[in-house]
């Protein structure tokens, strides 16, 4: 699943589900590659399926995924704990900077 994927701003229940999917298959990627190139364990949750309406607990568990990996990876990270997913301005930016994490652990794991 593309990287690119997780820059769009999902517009439909279909799109949610590709976007869940494409961040919590990046996430085991990434996860894998550090494993295998560190033998570092980082901390696994599950991502997917991603619901807006009741989305306290996967913010937290998903910022402690970011949190584990930018520390191995040297990412200078976002605060992605906090997301009103109504405002199309804030999701916007949250979709951006979460994005960016990707981008830049996968340049650094050559994963796509």
């Not at 996967?58 to 910022?63: A, M």
């Not at 191995?72 to 951006?96: K, Q, T």
């Amino acid at each position: 699943m593309a990287v690119a994927s997780l820059f769009e701003i999902p517009k439909s229940a279909g799109d949610l589900q590709v976007w869940s999917f494409a961040n919590a298959a990046h996430h085991r990627d990434i996860n894998r590659v550090v494993y295998e190139l560190q033998q570092v364990q980082l901390p696994d949750f599950f991502l997917d399926p991603f619901d807006p309406s009741d989305m306290d607990d996967w913010l937290y568990q998903h910022q402690q995924m970011h949190n584990a990996q930018n520390a191995v990876l040297g990412i200078a990270g976002f605060n992605l704990l906090e997301l009103n997913w109504r405002d199309p301005e804030e999701l916007l930016n949250w979709m951006e900077q979460h994005a960016l994490e990707h981008v830049a652990a996968g340049q650094i794991l050559n994963l796509g």
